[in-house]
């Protein structure tokens, strides 16, 4: 599998944005660039994925590089419940059921 | 919504004994995943099913075996237990999507202790 490279921490304030670093450099061009979250004590978390262009959802938006080597999560507004590890994943297209690789990811905290 | 199930929540064994871990995925997912993370570590996938039939291995020791139901429900059953199993076992569903991807889900874990 492709590797990538997250940032080990990150701080943000409440209601600020927050914008996540990964790096792929070596992404496939049937890579699809998946992000999950896991807040403490708790399973891990879908947050957005996307193939080419940006995305957005209500958790969160993907920004894509044209050249596909790096993307950025962007949290609008970062709130408490948002302090957890963020894992930038890529996953081969019709890979289903394939290993699945966390980590290391960027733990965010979010201060009040 | 529903979510992944998985029980028990918290289980404690006795070295050398075994342990039967079981997850009960989203409905009309047909592929489940199971992970252990343990103590300040990122979760390691262990192995997956897609239609009853194991579609990839990870790290999963030799004394570790998992299965598939036909209600797609599935149980990871843990020998010889050892200190080092202490950890929390993470189920995940998916179903694949029409771009040629899938989502996992997680389930809440359950939390292992071997004493």
């Known amino acids: 599998d492709a590797k990538t490279t997250q940032p080990n921490s990150m701080e943000s304030n409440e209601e600020e944005p927050v914008h996540l670093p990964c790096n792929h450099s070596?992404?496939?061009?049937?890579?699809?660039i998946h992000w999950y979250r896991q807040l403490p004590s708790q399973g891990p978390e879908y947050v957005i994925h996307g193939l080419t262009s940006n995305v957005n959802n209500r958790m969160a938006s993907l920004a894509i590089a044209e050249d596909r080597k790096s993307s950025t999560l962007i949290l609008h507004r970062a709130t408490l419940r948002d302090a957890a590890v963020y894992y930038c994943?890529?996953?081969?297209?019709?890979?289903?059921?394939?290993?699945?690789?966390f980590g290391p990811g960027t733990r965010l905290s979010v201060l009040p | 919504a529903a979510g992944v199930i998985q029980s028990p929540r918290h289980l404690i064994k006795e070295k050398r004994e075994t342990a039967t871990l079981k997850c009960y995925p989203i409905?009309?997912?047909?592929?489940v995943y199971w992970y252990q993370q343990g103590p300040g570590q990122d979760p390691q996938f262990l192995i997956s099913f897609y239609e009853k039939m194991q579609s990839d291995k990870g790290s999963i020791p030799d004394r570790f075996s998992a299965q598939q139901f036909s209600d797609y429900h599935s149980e990871l059953n843990m020998s010889s237990l050892e200190l080092g199993d202490s950890a929390l076992y993470f189920c995940?569903?998916?179903?694949?999507?029409?771009?040629?991807?899938?989502?996992?889900?997680f389930g809440p874990g359950t939390r292992l202790t071997v004493l």
């Open positions: 070596t992404i496939s061009g049937t890579d699809y």
């Open positions: 995940a569903s998916s179903s694949r999507d029409r771009l040629g991807t899938d989502t996992q889900y």
């Open positions: 994943i890529l996953r081969p297209q019709y890979n289903y059921g394939q290993n699945f690789v």
């Open positions: 409905p009309r997912h047909d592929t």
